[in-house]
Nanobody, 126 residues
């Protein structure tokens, strides 16, 4: 049974930092591309960042330069380092996994992902 468990959310002031983690189990982590998405109240789930099996990354324009996605295949864990947080970053953050045949493949659409975590709340106060 595949499980993705996020951790690291919380309340932070604008300009602060948080690091989210997502521990995966029940899958061969190294053959999965991993993604972070977020959903604010009343809004659709949106792409934040993704990392391919190769380590290649892609970011949502509004977080580029502030957020960094990384992965540790030895620990079956993907991270999202968030800096210079803004109130607009407030949302529930979800990690997701999708198996990819080629190492450099990136996925940015929620429907492309097979497995999802339960989410962790990030609240940024102004």
């Amino acid at each position: 049974q595949v499980q993705l468990v996020e951790a690291g959310g919380g309340l932070v002031q604008a300009g602060g930092s948080l690091r989210l983690s997502c521990a995966a189990s029940g899958l061969t982590f190294s053959v999965y591309a991993m993604g972070w998405f977020r959903q604010a109240p009343g809004k659709e789930r949106e792409f934040v960042a993704t990392i391919a099996r190769s380590g290649d990354t892609r970011y949502y324009t509004n977080v580029k330069g502030r957020f960094t996605i990384s992965r540790d295949n030895a620990k079956n864990t993907v991270y999202l380092q968030m800096s210079t947080l803004e109130p607009e970053d407030t949302a529930v953050y979800y990690c997701a996994a999708v198996a990819t045949g080629m190492p450099g493949v990136l996925r940015v659409a929620p429907h492309e992902y097979a497995y999802w975590g339960q989410g962790t709340q990030v609240t940024v106060s102004s």
